[in-house]
């Protein structure tokens, strides 16, 4: 299938056939890889580094809801979570909501004149299976509601069955679709079965236009682990070092606890250094990490682990 | 502190958008390490370790003053602060502590079966375990390597290896089928500073399980945690004798080695010193090992996966600062590859955390001494001179102590001394190849066959490769791997003999 209007990258050859830029990148070994992200999990972050990273990780957290039970209700009680998580008044509000579609509306009327933006899964999420005109009109639905940002699927079916133009032509075209809205590529790595496809995956969203790379939807198991997180920050390194653009990365789904939450930004800062401790370039999908990083914010603030009804369920 | 007084301005997502930023050029893509998010220190409580004043020699079962009545002080590398002091043995010390291992070997060791040996080496292996922690902090404390390379690998391979040998001590006799083993009597164990329990492990744990008796003589720098070993001994109620601990500098090592009653020597230490114990030897009826030093090629592709190779170089080169003597402190590196292996691992280095050993999150730690310091500045200097190119990472280094930043040389010739000499430290020359023939060419002109390391995603290649590497072990895809059950020693001046394994028993039996 071709590509929906000019990406710009996937042009006509001298011959007319099209020409792709270089998908290839470095194979990754699993021993070593799965070694070296469980090593930077032994960071011992303590004391002031543990009350900023946490701060800093609630700042880059996309709070999620993607349940078929979403309501107007639910989505504009995790809004007011979301913009003001706690209390104290150093806690920053998350960088944005993830919702379905339909419900983009409700969460934009919550969130106005807020910092919190709006992001909405589509292209037929979860699976991506579906012709790539609805998944498009999808993505430019949820814009038209009022996303921000668009986290996008791949079809991992073709990907897997080698169609890797094809892959590239779908982002692109859903980067087009999305207009202003920054896209985000959820590559669902739990389905991929290798590191190097997943490495190869990121190269291929990354040329195609995406500004952000994700591992995963949250309905696949094995989501967003360390190991799977680190090839793809390497990706992204080696994208800056070739074009100079700054990808974002978002690992997502699985992540639950503050420790999990400081582990991910210790592979930011050993992998891609100062400049991706951001909420613009690293996000943190996640549904019930929020009131853990609050807990243990509590603790060093106190000194007592506080009880579970100390923080709001939303 | 909160995230905005540490962090870049986090600004939610504007200023992301790709067509609004203009795109550095590429050339000048540049990372940054360090400004964003410090870490706070996090260092290991100490203050329940104790360590003694002073320690007399371990002999018969008892803690004896030396002869000379001489005692040496052991510091620490990070802070050149006393930590102890310790007992100078000489000859007659040496003398007393071989009678002691005789009458220990004759009186109570040879007479035990192999099941009831081997129940004391499984006790020994679980009170080190039991006493990791402590055993780590004093490790890193006396040697200067980082916390987390002591607690995650020094002491659970300690215990490894006393638990791998009590094993095999009660099945001798199936270790050589056909064969029939017997002990040889009374080792002289001498030992280098840079795995100071493990090394002593490697060698008590083969020789007690095979059924000799121990005189081990501790480097002078590194001498503490043999003298607590000593005391997990005593409290093991492994028989008086069966094991002695004779501390001191090169001469006690040299009567060690020397002494007429001594049935077999091992040895882990400097090439040079090797020499010597085998030229002290010649015409003797003493076995010998010896597991000398290392000039290890760490061999890349440009198939390997990269990312990985650079763990495994930074692993290779900067664990344990380098004082490894299978370090792989030679990179070859494919043509190919060279630009974006060596960028990558410029990078990693970077993000090298070098300091306090007792810090948690420090990667590469002290020095272990002056004259080690001294050895590693001269063999930089040369490279300097020699005109090799030299990148340090920009560290802070503490004040007090023995220190040398991670450094790499590139634009460096197989004829640098740098590229022929064990430095012993932090520093790797790099040199690039061609064809997988000029690889090993390159890789096996050194007078030292240690250690090697491949890195391809072709696995013919990795196996083409290791059969032609003159080395003890090779590595593929992965470095530094150490298990007790796998056989660890060197071709050429790297030395002879194997430690670990069934073969690891070997140099400690008369095997008919």
């Given at each position: 299938m071709?590509?929906?209007?000019?990406?710009?990258?996937?042009?006509?050859?001298?011959?007319?056939?099209?020409?792709?830029?270089?998908?290839?990148?470095?194979?990754?070994?699993?021993?070593?890889?799965?070694?070296?992200?469980?090593?930077?999990?032994k960071?011992?972050i303590k004391?002031e580094?543990?009350?900023?990273?946490?701060?800093?990780?609630i700042?880059?957290?996309?709070?999620?809801?993607?349940?078929?039970?979403?309501?107007?209700?639910?989505?504009?009680?995790?809004?007011?979570?979301?913009?003001?998580?706690?209390?104290?008044?150093?806690?920053?509000p998350c960088?944005?909501?993830?919702?379905?579609p339909?419900?983009?509306?409700?969460?934009?009327?919550?969130?106005?004149g807020?910092?919190?933006?709006?992001?909405?899964?589509?292209?037929?999420?979860?699976s991506?299976?579906?012709?790539?005109?609805?998944?498009?009109?999808?993505?430019?639905?949820?814009?038209?509601w009022?996303?921000?940002?668009?986290?996008?699927?791949?079809?991992r079916?073709?990907?897997?069955?080698?169609?890797?133009?094809?892959?590239?032509?779908?982002?692109?075209?859903?980067?087009?679709?999305?207009?202003?809205?920054?896209?985000?590529?959820?590559?669902?790595?739990?389905?991929?079965?290798?590191?190097?496809?997943?490495?190869?995956?990121?190269?291929?969203?990354m040329?195609?236009?995406?500004?952000?790379?994700?591992?995963?939807?949250g309905?696949v198991?094995p989501?967003?682990?360390?190991?799977?997180t680190?090839?793809?920050?390497e990706?992204?390194?080696?994208?800056?070092?070739?074009?100079?653009k700054r990808?974002?990365?978002?690992p997502?789904?699985?992540?639950?606890?503050?420790?999990?939450?400081?582990?991910?930004?210790?592979?930011?800062?050993?992998t891609?250094?100062?400049?991706?401790?951001?909420?613009?370039?690293?996000?943190?999908?996640?549904?019930?990490?929020?009131n853990?990083?609050?807990?243990?914010?509590?603790?060093?603030?106190?000194?007592?682990?506080?009880?579970?009804?100390?923080?709001?369920?939303? | 502190?909160?995230?905005?007084e540490t962090?870049?301005?986090?600004?939610n997502?504007?200023?992301?958008?790709?067509?609004?930023?203009?795109?550095?050029?590429?050339?000048?893509?540049?990372?940054?390490?360090?400004?964003?998010?410090?870490?706070a220190?996090?260092?290991?409580?100490?203050?329940?370790?104790?360590?003694?004043?002073?320690?007399?020699l371990?002999?018969?079962?008892?803690?004896?003053?030396?002869?000379?009545?001489?005692?040496?002080?052991?510091?620490?590398?990070?802070?050149?602060?006393?930590?102890?002091?310790?007992?100078?043995?000489?000859?007659?010390?040496?003398?007393?502590?071989?009678?002691?291992?005789?009458?220990?070997?004759?009186?109570?060791?040879?007479k035990?079966?192999?099941i009831?040996?081997g129940?004391?080496?499984?006790?020994?292996?679980?009170?080190?375990?039991?006493?990791?922690r402590?055993?780590?902090?004093?490790?890193?404390?006396?040697?200067?390597?980082?916390i987390?390379e002591?607690?995650?690998?020094d002491?659970?391979?300690?215990?490894?290896?006393?638990?791998?040998?009590?094993g095999?001590?009660d099945k001798?006799?199936?270790?050589?089928?056909?064969?029939?083993?017997?002990?040889?009597?009374?080792?002289?164990?001498?030992?280098?500073?840079?795995?100071?329990?493990?090394?002593?492990?490697?060698?008590?744990?083969?020789?007690?399980?095979?059924?000799?008796?121990?005189?081990?003589?501790p480097a002078?720098?590194?001498?503490?945690?043999?003298?607590?070993?000593?005391?997990?001994?005593?409290?093991c109620?492994l028989?008086?004798?069966?094991?002695?601990?004779v501390?001191?500098?090169?001469?006690?090592?040299?009567?060690?080695?020397?002494?007429p009653?001594?049935?077999?020597?091992a040895?882990?230490?400097s090439t040079?010193?090797?020499?010597r114990i085998?030229k002290?030897?010649?015409?003797?009826?003493?076995?010998?090992?010896?597991?000398?030093?290392?000039?290890?090629?760490n061999?890349?592709?440009?198939?390997?996966?990269l990312?990985?190779?650079?763990?495994?170089?930074?692993?290779?080169?900067?664990?344990?600062?380098?004082?490894?003597?299978?370090?792989?402190?030679?990179l070859?590196?494919?043509?190919g590859?060279?630009?974006?292996?060596?960028?990558r691992?410029?990078?990693?280095?970077?993000?090298?955390?070098?300091?306090?050993?007792?810090?948690?999150?420090?990667?590469?730690?002290?020095?272990?001494?002056?004259?080690?310091?001294?050895?590693?500045?001269e063999?930089?200097?040369?490279?300097e001179?020699?005109?090799?190119?030299?990148?340090?990472?920009?560290?802070e280094?503490p004040?007090?102590?023995?220190?040398?930043a991670?450094?790499?040389?590139?634009?460096?010739?197989?004829?640098?001394?740098?590229?022929?000499?064990?430095?012993f430290?932090?520093?790797?020359?790099?040199?690039?190849?061609?064809?997988p023939?000029?690889?090993?060419?390159?890789?096996?002109?050194?007078?030292?066959?240690?250690?090697?390391?491949?890195w391809?995603?072709?696995?013919?290649?990795?196996?083409w490769?290791?059969?032609?590497?003159?080395?003890?072990?090779?590595?593929?895809?992965?470095?530094?791997?150490?298990?007790?059950s796998s056989?660890?020693?060197?071709?050429?001046?790297?030395?002879?003999?194997?430690?670990?394994?069934?073969?690891?028993?070997?140099?400690?039996?008369?095997?008919?």
């Open positions: 071709a590509a929906e209007g000019g990406n710009g990258k996937g042009a006509a050859g001298p011959s007319g056939a099209r020409t792709y830029p270089d998908f290839s990148a470095p194979t990754v070994d699993k021993v070593m890889v799965e070694e070296r992200a469980a090593a930077l999990g960071r011992s004391k580094t543990k009350v900023a990273g946490l701060l800093l990780s700042a880059m957290m996309d709070l999620t809801t993607l349940e078929g039970k979403d309501s107007p209700g639910k989505v504009t009680q995790l809004c007011q979570k979301a913009m003001r998580p706690h209390a104290s008044p150093e806690v920053p960088a944005a909501i993830c919702v379905y339909k419900l983009v509306p409700v969460a934009k009327h919550a969130l106005a807020s910092s919190v933006k709006v992001a909405s899964v589509a292209t037929a999420f979860p991506g299976l579906s012709a790539l005109d609805v998944k498009l009109e999808d993505v430019r639905r949820a814009v038209a009022g996303a921000d940002e668009i986290d996008m699927v791949i079809d079916g073709a990907l897997l069955a080698g169609e890797k133009t094809r892959i590239f032509d779908e982002i692109a075209a859903t980067k087009e679709a999305c207009g202003q809205a920054h896209l985000k590529v959820i590559l669902e790595t739990g389905e991929l079965g290798t590191y190097d496809l997943v490495r190869e995956a990121s190269q291929i969203a040329l195609a236009g995406a500004d952000f790379i994700k591992t995963s939807t309905k198991t989501a967003a682990t360390p190991a799977v680190l090839v793809m920050l990706a992204i390194r080696d994208f800056f070092y070739a074009t100079g990808i974002g990365m978002k997502a789904g699985g992540i639950r606890t503050a420790k999990q939450a400081l582990h991910y930004l210790v592979l930011v800062k050993e891609l250094g100062d400049a991706w401790l951001t909420p613009d370039l690293f996000r943190l999908g996640a549904s019930t990490l929020l853990d990083v609050l807990m243990q914010l509590e603790k060093e603030r106190t000194g007592a682990y506080q009880s579970g009804d100390s923080f709001s369920k939303d | 502190m909160t995230a905005k962090i870049a301005p986090a600004t997502g504007e200023t992301h958008a790709a067509p609004s930023s203009p795109a550095r050029p590429a050339h000048g893509a540049a990372l940054e390490f360090g400004k964003a998010w410090t870490y220190p996090a260092p290991e409580a100490a203050d329940h370790v104790r360590i003694d004043p002073r320690y007399e371990f002999i018969g079962g008892k803690w004896v003053a030396p002869s000379s009545g001489k005692y040496f002080d052991t510091v620490s590398p990070s802070t050149e602060q006393k930590l102890a002091e310790v007992a100078e043995g000489n000859e007659r010390d040496v003398d007393l502590a071989v009678k002691a291992a005789r009458v220990a070997y004759e009186k109570y060791w040879s035990l079966s192999g009831e040996r129940k004391y080496i499984y006790r020994i292996a679980r009170v080190i375990q039991e006493k990791a402590e055993l780590a902090i004093v490790e890193t404390m006396d040697g200067g390597k980082p987390k002591s607690r995650d690998v002491l659970p391979l300690v215990a490894a290896h006393f638990f791998y040998y009590a095999w001590a001798l006799a199936y270790a050589f089928p056909g064969r029939s083993p017997r002990p040889l009597g009374v080792a002289g164990q001498v030992i280098p500073w840079n795995f100071p329990l493990l090394m002593a492990a490697w060698k008590l744990a083969p020789a007690l399980a095979a059924g000799n008796t121990c005189v081990l003589k002078e720098t590194t001498p503490l945690t043999a003298l607590l070993l000593a005391k997990i001994l005593e409290e109620d028989p008086p004798g069966v094991v002695n601990i501390t001191g500098a090169g001469a006690t090592g040299a009567a060690l080695v020397a002494h009653d001594v049935d077999k020597v040895f882990t230490g040079d010193v090797g020499k085998q002290a030897l010649s015409g003797t009826k003493k076995k010998l090992t010896l597991e000398l030093g290392g000039k290890a090629a061999i890349v592709f440009a198939d390997a996966p990312d990985q190779a650079v763990e495994g170089i930074i692993s290779g080169i900067f664990f344990n600062q380098g004082h490894v003597c299978c370090a792989g402190s030679r070859l590196v494919e043509e590859a060279f630009e974006p292996l060596l960028r691992l410029r990078d990693r280095m970077q993000t090298l955390r070098v300091g306090d050993p007792l810090d948690k999150n420090t990667d590469v730690g002290a020095i272990n001494s002056k004259m080690q310091l001294d050895k590693i500045r063999l930089v200097d040369a490279g001179r020699e005109g090799a190119t030299r990148f340090s990472t920009p560290c280094l004040a007090r102590g023995y220190w040398f991670p450094t790499l040389f590139t634009g460096v010739s197989q004829s640098h001394r740098i590229a022929r000499e064990e430095i430290g932090p520093v790797l020359a790099v040199m690039t190849f061609r064809t023939d000029e690889a090993v060419e390159k890789a096996n002109n050194t007078m030292y066959g240690l250690s090697a390391g491949v391809t995603d072709k696995g013919s290649k990795s196996f490769v290791s059969q032609k590497l003159r080395a003890g072990v090779v590595w593929a895809n992965t470095y530094n791997k150490f298990d007790p056989p660890f020693g060197g071709y050429k001046e790297s030395g002879f003999g194997r430690e670990g394994g069934r073969q690891g028993l070997l140099p400690y039996l008369e095997v008919d």
